[in-house]
């Protein structure tokens, strides 16, 4: 909720793209290194923020729909380079009519919605999905293998998984410390590629708690690939 306090540490990776959960109103970032930037959000110290850099832009997908506010598909361009990238914050709902009101039910519905547009090589979906495979198990949450199962059907997938080599539910990794506890650590912030994207990937890396517990409960997830 004070990315201002992050953003430092958080540029200090060279980064291409940002996507930035729980983050406030742009205007009070001091983000002069940007080459462009988004911020969609009710509250303007909690929206999702999108940040580019080394003169990538960004421009907001003509048929989104505010029905999924914070899933947010955005293409991120540089030249004859283009991205389809959806940026994600599931949060809460309360609409029962739509029967999405959990969080990772959003994101299923949205994917429905975003079909078309995520039929395209190059797709990155990343975010904080506060959602895990091991919740569907004990029954709190019954939609994350529906997620799964629609993003393989278009080839698309975790980056971490692949890297590491780990099965979904089953992360050694935590991106979030419950409570800013290190003992109380789950998996819920996920980068998904497309197959395209995935074959150009050299390295997935988690942030350490010690470095970053200080500013916030969650860790970045770092990707870096061949561009």
């Known amino acids: 909720m004070r990315f201002r306090d992050d953003y430092a540490q958080a540029l200090s990776y060279k980064p291409d793209v940002m996507v930035i959960p729980e983050c406030e109103t742009l205007d009070k970032i001091k983000a002069p290194e940007t080459s462009d930037s988004y911020w969609i ?15 990538f832009k960004i421009d907001l997908y003509d048929k989104y729909t505010n029905e999924f ?6 293409i991120v361009s540089r030249g ?10 599931t949060k809460k709902v ?8 959990n969080y990772i039910r959003q994101l299923h519905f949205a994917l429905k919605e975003y079909e078309s547009f995520i039929d395209d090589e190059n797709v990155i979906i990343t975010g904080d999905l506060n959602s895990n495979l091991i919740w569907e198990r004990t029954g709190v949450d019954k939609n994350h293998q529906d997620v ?13 998984h692949h890297f590491f080599r780990e099965e979904q539910g089953k992360e050694k990794q ?10 109380r650590p789950f998996h819920i912030d996920f980068c998904f590629l497309s197959k395209n994207i995935l074959d150009r990937l050299k390295s997935v890396e988690i ?3 010690k470095d970053w517990i200080h500013l916030s409960d969650h860790v970045p997830v770092i990707i870096d690939t061949d561009e």
Do not use: C, M, R
């Open 41 to 55: 959000g009710d509250n303007v110290s909690k929206g999702l923020g999108v940040f580019t850099f080394n003169d």
């Open 174 to 183: 935590g991106t979030y410390f419950h409570y800013h506890k290190e003992d």
């Open 80 to 89: 004859d380079i283009s991205y389809k990238l959806i940026a994600v914050w």
């Open 207 to 209: 942030g350490k708690f």
């Open 94 to 101: 309360e609409d029962k009519k739509k029967n999405h009101i």
């Open 69 to 74: 506010k914070y899933i947010l598909p955005l």
């Open 148 to 160: 799964l199962d629609q993003l393989l059907d278009k080839n698309i997938h975790s980056s971490y």
